[in-house]
Nanobody, 112 residues
Framework: VHLVESGGGLVQPGGSLTLSCVASGFTFSRSHMSWYRQAPGNEREWVASISSSGVSTNYVDSVKGRFTISRDNAKNTVYLRMNSLKPEDTAVYYC??????WGQGTQVTVSS
């Protein structure tokens, strides 16, 4: 099983990034998927989830209206589009499957 995140980087406040997570080794199309993040000194925090079909999504209040989770089951990929980024969004972002698999994380830094 592999979950490989990409798309992180350094962005100015107000900017945008799109994270991707490519999955392999399990039946991605049947798995609910989530994004989590962990800032230095903080516990890992749930950010967003999407159902296996992509019809249902949920977000932590702090990102509602700014982040969008989506998926492409044909590409075994889940995305996190992040708009209007704030310094407090700085963290390592992790992809997670409902089976309990984790990626290695991708760093997002929001700073001027």
């Amino acid at each position: 099983v592999h979950l490989v995140e990409s798309g992180g980087g350094l962005v100015q406040p107000g900017g945008s990034l799109t994270l991707s997570c490519v999955a392999s080794g399990f039946t991605f199309s049947r798995s609910h998927m989530s994004w989590y993040r962990q800032a230095p000194g903080n516990e890992r925090e749930w950010v967003a989830s999407i159902s296996s079909s992509g019809v249902s999504t949920n977000y932590v209040d702090s990102v509602k209206g700014r982040f969008t989770i989506s998926r492409d089951n044909a590409k075994n990929t889940v995305y996190l589009r992040m708009n209007s980024l704030k310094p407090e969004d700085t963290a390592v972002y992790y992809c997670n499957s409902m089976e309990g698999y984790w990626g290695q994380g991708t760093q997002v830094t929001v700073s001027s």
